[in-house]
């Protein structure tokens, strides 16, 4: 969570009470992000917001992507679907 005061001060980690919702999560963020990373993000923020970042891992394209490198391929492309496009085709095929 990454959080600006109405008054400018900037805030970039949750308070224990706060955090103490992902304890049962399991994993380890291997240095990708870093207690840093919020604070830096909160910088950008107008007065009196906040932003809540997610981070995930698709565990699921490994073996994919294990194939396309044995292959010798290589990712050129990443994109995501924004929700409102995949909502307006599923809409459009009904």
């Known amino acids: 969570m990454a959080r ?16 103490s919702v992902f ?10 992000f870093s207690e840093e990373d919020p604070a830096l993000i909160a910088e950008d923020l107008v007065p009196n917001s906040s932003a809540a ?4 891992e698709d565990t699921w394209a490994a073996g994919i992507t294990g194939a396309v490198r044995r292959a010798g391929g290589e990712l050129v492309a990443h994109e995501r679907i924004p929700a409102a496009v995949v909502e307006r085709a599923y809409e459009d095929a009904a």
């Open 4 to 19: 600006r005061r109405a008054g400018g001060a900037v805030r970039g980690a949750l308070d224990p009470s706060e955090a």
């Open 23 to 32: 304890d049962d999560i399991e994993g380890e963020v291997g240095g990708l």
């Open 53 to 56: 970042m997610l981070v995930w």
